[in-house]
Nanobody, 119 residues
């Protein structure tokens, strides 16, 4: 199971951290990642972290501003978002994949959490 939380309203230039609790069958997957979907747009990849090595990679649109991490128990994944822009407004989804590959291949999806950035 995947449970995303922590979304909200933030001003442009601000920061927000959202979380994804990973449990059950989803926990034994190798790739954990974040996607987002803005109104009227297709879902897009944000970034991913390898469950074993903690290697991360990001889309160009968020690189340098967003950081994916996990807690010590490795049951929760975080997305730290800094220098937020209005175009970051979207529903953010966490996902996990059984294999580590590019592009990210999601096998399980969590519910989304809304992030709104005001100008």
């Amino acid at each position: 199971q995947l449970q995303a939380s922590g979304g909200g309203l933030v001003q442009a230039g601000g920061s927000l951290r959202i979380s994804c609790a990973v449990s059950g069958r989803s926990f034994v997957t190798l790739a954990w990642g974040w996607f987002r979907q803005a109104p009227g747009k297709e879902r897009e990849f944000v970034g991913s972290i390898n469950r074993i090595s903690d290697i991360t990679y990001y889309s160009d649109s968020v690189k340098g501003r967003f950081t994916i991490s996990r807690d010590i128990a490795k049951t929760t994944m975080y997305l730290q978002m800094n220098s937020l822009k209005p175009e970051d407004t979207a529903v953010y989804y966490c996902a996990v994949g059984r294999t580590w590959e590019k592009p990210f291949k999601a096998d399980y999806w969590g519910q989304g959490t809304q992030v709104t950035v005001s100008s």
